[in-house]
């Protein structure tokens, strides 16, 4: 398959998986701004591989041959990041007394990895495994944007189109972590560190996140918190 195919093949994947329900193949083409007749081609191939499946009803849905990927995928994210990443979490709950959240990139979005909430307020907040958001918004997406490679951070740029937000994520950059408020959820902001690996290339995200009140309360030592948990957690990876 072409660089260019695949490109569109994976894209029909995405709109697939963030779909509420399964879609035919012109609603699919649609969504992914492609040609139907193209549509229909790249989605033969997929289903000949067992990554899509088409029912009685002409409607596609993803196949179940991703179930297996899907496993291996996360079981190898677990033993790379998730493991190494586990007990300083849990540590960082304890010592700021809200939410840590462990994030990685899934193309131009966040995918939340690993989730320790704490149980000191009756009012935290709470963070689906494998949620995704969009990498320009919020603590826990802004962090891994700021810290893209070259070649996506433009893709993310294009996408988004928003003049001010290369300016923006150069700061983030240059600071080393991103305070948010509000962005993905009313009430509710963050602080957020990059996990880097030897080359400082990006790894993952780590944030705490809580009612904003609480987060702004403490700014500095959040940030702080966070930013140390996160060098920890680059030993453990790096180990």
Do not use: N
């Not at 540590?91 to 700021?96: A, F, N």
């Not at 700061?171 to 009430?187: C, H, K, N, W």
């Amino acid at each position: 398959m072409p660089a260019g195919a695949l490109e569109r093949a994976v894209e029909l994947l995405h709109h697939l998986g963030s779909g509420e329900s399964d879609l035919t193949v012109a609603e699919l083409a649609s969504e992914a701004g492609m040609p139907t007749s193209t549509a229909y081609r790249l989605l033969g191939e997929l289903e000949q591989l067992g990554l899509v499946q088409r029912a009685a009803d002409r409607r596609v849905a993803l196949g179940t041959r991703l179930v297996a990927l899907g496993r291996s995928a996360e079981a190898g994210l677990r033993e790379r990041l998730v493991d190494p990443a586990s007990a300083v979490m849990v540590q960082l709950c304890r010592e700021v007394r809200e939410t840590v959240i462990l994030t990685a990139p899934c193309a131009l979005e966040a995918i939340v990895l690993h989730v320790v909430e704490t149980e000191v307020h009756s009012v935290r907040l709470s963070y689906a495994l494998f949620r995704r958001g969009p990498m320009h918004r919020g603590a826990s997406g802004k962090i891994l944007a700021a810290y893209l490679e070259p070649a996506e951070r433009g893709r993310l740029l294009a996408a988004v189109g928003e003049p001010a937000l290369a300016a923006e994520l150069d700061r983030i950059r240059a600071e080393g972590f991103v305070v948010t408020a509000g962005e993905l959820d009313a009430g509710a902001a963050a602080a957020a560190a990059p996990i880097l690996d030897r080359r400082g290339r990006l790894v993952a995200g780590l944030s705490v996140a809580g009612p904003a009140d609480r987060i702004a309360g403490d700014v500095a030592a959040m940030t702080a918190a966070v930013t140390a948990a996160a060098r920890r957690i680059e030993r453990a990876h790096q180990g």
